[in-house]
């Protein structure tokens, strides 16, 4: 990261902090709390055995401080005070010990050290007039009883903290811009791994060196699949095989890259040797940019699936992938088939970021169609909201063959379905910020 960049998270970072507090202060006030402690969280250890899953903070916690890696830390919100951070900080000869933090958010907290629970406990009793109204945000609530907390994680003040998080303040929108940035890295290094021949194993490691990260510091496990791959949703592998020079090939990578705990969440498709493929990923990537161009206040996120359906159908029919009158393929829901998931998400600490059904500050809910299963936004767009828009065609046999024995096979032509069934499909997502002008973050980088 460059010093004009750290800069600006340095000058932006206040601002969300008082934003931040005012969101709180306004959450705690209408739940008739004063105060709330939020957990970082801690490693979960595996099923009888003494190794962990990668570390995981609370988003709760990210939001309020990019610190990712410091299980065991606690910090303190109170009403009209400075917040206090109780710091993890122990002897471990089994790991490198954890440091005391630095970086442009230090000065804004009251930062204590602790080495274990106890001094947590003794260090806390210090802020102790107002534990009767102080609410516990983490996942362990025994946890929270033995640091005298009762209320756990109480639904009114989750629901108002969640509504806020779906607006971004523009230091999260720095970070989530950086973390595109370091993306594109990763996804130019792996688009010439795979034109170069490389295995998807290849790939995924040629992606990892250029985004100097380890797995698991990852957002999200990249998707990195050729051919047929291309078609599963959410592809768990990376094939060893090295590619078949001599035949056409594509290649889908659903890949992002993280920065202060905000997540970049981007998709591309590439095709080496076949005129088709290179065709279906042009005229996704156009419709894919005029549904961005519609990420603005005020639009209904459940109309721009609905009216990607419409341009899905349309490359069905330029691609001859379905048959017969628009109005019974539209009837039929015959995009669905080729189309199955939700037209995108919110995005920011986590990749599907929380409160994507809920309509206002109480939590009303308002779920998807039920022809829509799978849409994870039904909001009405606000200014700042971040979005993923991420259309997609692929040859699912199953769908094909469920649609079949529903008895439209008529709707199918098989012959185009057989050509593009060995390249998969595509899928073509960006993270854009909802504005009079959309804001593209991946564009920005390249
Ligand atoms: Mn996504």
């Known amino acids: 990261m460059n010093s004009d960049v750290t800069k600006s998270f340095s000058s932006l970072y206040p601002r969300h902090l008082s934003r931040l507090t005012e969101i709180a202060e306004k959450a705690m006030h209408a739940e008739q709390c004063d105060s709330m402690l939020i957990h970082s969280g801690v490693p979960k250890l595996h099923f009888l055995d003494d190794y962990h899953s990668p570390f995981k903070a609370s988003p709760h916690f990210v939001w309020w401080l990019p610190v990712t890696q410091s299980p065991h830390c606690y910090l303190l919100i109170q009403t009209g005070q400075k917040p206090v951070l109780f710091y993890h900080l122990a002897d471990d000869f089994w790991h490198v010990p954890p440091q005391p933090p630095q970086g442009f958010w230090c000065d804004y907290f009251d930062i204590h050290f602790c080495a274990d629970l106890a001094q ?70 792996a688009e010439q791994a795979f034109m170069d021949g490389k295995s998807e194993f290849e790939t995924q490691l040629a ?19 050729f051919g047929s791959h291309s078609a599963v949703l959410h592809y768990q592998h990376y094939d060893n095989k090295p590619q078949n020079m001599h035949q056409p090939q594509s290649f889908l990578i659903d890949a992002g890259a993280p920065c202060h705990g905000y997540a970049a969440d981007i998709t591309r498709c590439h095709s080496r040797g076949s005129p088709f493929y290179q065709g279906l990923i042009d005229a996704m990537t156009k419709a894919q940019l005029s549904v961005c161009a519609m990420v603005k206040p ?27 009158s628009r109005d019974e393929l539209v009837t039929r829901r015959i995009s669905s088939v080729f189309f199955p998931h939700g037209l995108g998400h919110l995005l920011g600490i986590q990749v599907h970021d929380i409160g994507g059904w809920q309509q206002d500050e109480v939590g009303t809910m308002l779920l998807p169609p039920k022809n829509h299963p799978f849409l994870r936004c039904t909001k009405i767009l606000e200014k700042d909201m971040v979005v993923t828009i991420e259309p997609g065609l692929y040859v699912i046999d199953s769908l094909l063959q469920k649609c079949r024995d529903n008895g439209l096979g008529h709707l199918l032509n098989n012959t185009a379905i057989d050509q593009l069934r060995p390249l998969g499909g595509v899928r073509i997502e960006d993270n854009v910020v909802a504005a009079q002008q959309p804001i593209s973050l991946f564009n920005l980088g390249s």
């Open 120 to 189: 947590v406990k003794q260090k806390l009793s210090h802020y102790q007039s107002t534990t009767a109204h102080r609410a516990w945000i983490g996942e362990d609530t025994e946890l929270a009883k033995e640091l005298g907390i009762n209320t756990s994680n109480p639904d009114g003040l989750m629901h108002r903290l969640h509504y806020g998080r779906a607006v971004k303040s523009p230091y999260e929108i720095a970070c989530l811009t950086q973390a595109n940035i370091l993306a594109l890295a990763g996804h130019r290094a």
């Open 207 to 225: 992606y990892l060196a250029a985004v100097q990260l380890d797995p698991v510091e990852m957002p999200y496990r990249n998707i990195i699949g």
């Open 298 to 324: 005020g639009v209904n996120f459940a109309d721009l699936h609905h009216q990607m359906h419409s341009l899905v159908l349309d490359l069905l029919l330029e691609f001859k992938l379905v048959q017969g």
